[in-house]
């Protein structure tokens, strides 16, 4: 019975099934340390975007520019009732018109502000905005031309972070210039579709006071604004354009269009959208009692400026490929003791596995000082070289070790290309795994596992 037993215990021990399942084990024992890596990359996130919101709260956050547009009061009368109790009432509505020709030129300056080991970039914009405005007109929405308030209309501009306007500017208004004044007025925009004046939008406003009889006119006017993340615009022009030109050599196009002629360069980038009203799903004009707010706000476009590689969301990204980097690792290490008969001990294999963990926090503490690449770089060479070392004197093979360290390396350049080709990881990822299980299967094909533990194996 005894002789049984010893010969099932001594089966099981090197049942290579056995051995698969337990590195599969320590596998997930392994997870333990990488989730709270993980976890620590979610807390240097978050205080790095506490360091962006608190360097974007005062100096300025992402810009979205909307206009301008001529908003005209005008009194709407109607009576009620019958007879003796007939009584006429009266109420003020808002008339709200787009410029035929809106153009925008602008030039970007980027800087990078730091807080801490957080570096930050933000942005001084001057842009140079101008166009025309066809004569407002009424008589089809059934309002007479002495119910038309011109002494109270304005010409409004919403931005979204307006105390981040640097400079004093004038509206240049058919050849007289106005000055503009905080708020947007009376009507902040965008009918809610009350009938009321809408919830005033961040923005200035100028009061023109009256208007050419009979005619239309132009206007332009300066504006310099802080800002940080990205800058957007609307197409409020019958025909719009856009020219942008900035010294950030990482723009990401974003919005409804794309510019239709962009250059990007080291040095920065030039862009310039030109976009008809067709392509929009609000009117030319609009009453207050007309909802086109949300429209507006949904027909922005622009571009943001990315950081050439985030090192928080590379991190996150890397982290995602560990358990299948392990598994790797440990199948190689199996295959050394599979064809040349060594075998060697869990802990060992805990040890490397340690080692590949300690790969991502290694990598996030020394991308926050100098940068994405030169810390994988760093990172996977020093993991690679004690993985190396590890196995040169566990194996007592150097070649083996050698080997072993090769793969290591090949497997890091390998998550690489694959965080960097992030379209593509789907492909990369399932061709490279075709060909380590080719590799695995050529290397074993000639073992037979029917016998394999009775032919016995070295202890390590």
Not at 100 to 111: C, F, M, N, Y
Request: proline share 5%; with cysteine; charged share 20%.
């Amino acid at each position: 019975m005894t002789e049984l037993f010893a010969s099932l215990v001594n089966a099981i021990r090197h049942s290579q099934l056995l051995r698969v399942l337990l590195i599969g084990f320590l596998v997930l024992l392994l997870q333990i340390p990488i989730a709270m890596i993980d976890s620590l990359i979610g807390e240097r996130t978050t205080r790095h975007n506490e360091a962006v919101e608190e360097v974007t709260g005062k100096w300025g956050r992402e810009q979205t520019v909307i206009g301008p547009v001529l908003v005209v009061p005008y009194v709407v009368r109607w009576t009620e009732g019958e007879g003796e109790n007939r009584k006429l009432r009266t109420k003020t509505r808002y008339g709200s018109f787009l410029p035929e020709k809106l153009a925008i030129d602008g030039r970007i300056e980027t800087e990078i502000r730091s807080r801490g080991i957080f570096d930050v970039p933000v942005y001084k914009m001057t842009l140079r905005v101008e166009g025309g405005f066809s004569s407002p007109q009424f008589a089809d929405w059934g309002v007479k031309s002495e119910d038309v308030l011109w002494s109270r209309a304005e010409l409004w501009v919403g931005i979204s972070d307006a105390r981040a306007i640097q400079s004093q500017t004038n509206l240049t208004w058919n050849e007289e210039a106005i000055p503009f004044e905080p708020g947007t007025g009376e009507f902040g925009g965008g009918g809610s579709g009350s009938g009321e004046p809408d919830v005033a939008r961040p923005g200035i406003h100028a009061p023109l006071k009256r208007w050419p009889i009979g005619k239309g006119t132009g206007f332009s006017f300066p504006l310099v604004l802080n800002g940080s993340t990205g800058v957007f615009f609307a197409p409020l022009g019958r025909e719009t354009t856009v020219s942008l030109a900035s010294n950030w050599s990482n723009p990401s196009f974003q919005g409804n269009w794309l510019p239709g002629d962009r250059t990007v360069r080291p040095d920065g980038f030039q862009s310039k959208w030109s976009i008809p009203s067709l392509g929009r799903n609000y009117p030319q004009r609009w009453a207050s009692d007309s909802a086109v707010a949300h429209e507006i706000d949904k027909s922005t476009f622009g571009l943001q400026l990315l950081a050439p590689v985030d090192p928080y969301r590379m991190s996150e990204r890397s982290v995602k490929y560990e358990a299948l980097f392990l598994m790797l690792t440990f199948l190689s290490l199996w295959l050394f003791e599979v064809l040349v008969r060594r075998r060697l001990h869990s802990l060992q294999y805990l040890l490397v596995g340690a080692a590949m963990c300690l790969f991502y926090l290694l990598l996030l503490s020394l991308a926050e000082h100098l940068g994405f690449l030169p810390a994988y770089l760093l990172a996977s060479i020093a993991v690679a070289g004690l993985i190396t070392a590890y196995c040169a004197s566990i194996l007592r093979k150097p070649g083996w070790a050698l080997i072993i360290g090769a793969l290591v390396a090949a497997l890091y350049a390998y998550l690489y290309v694959l965080l960097n080709n992030e379209d593509y990881a789907l492909l990369y990822g399932s061709v490279g795994l075709f060909i380590i299980l080719a590799a695995v299967m050529y290397l074993t094909r000639a073992i037979d596992w029917a016998n394999f533990g009775a032919q016995g194996s070295k202890r390590g």
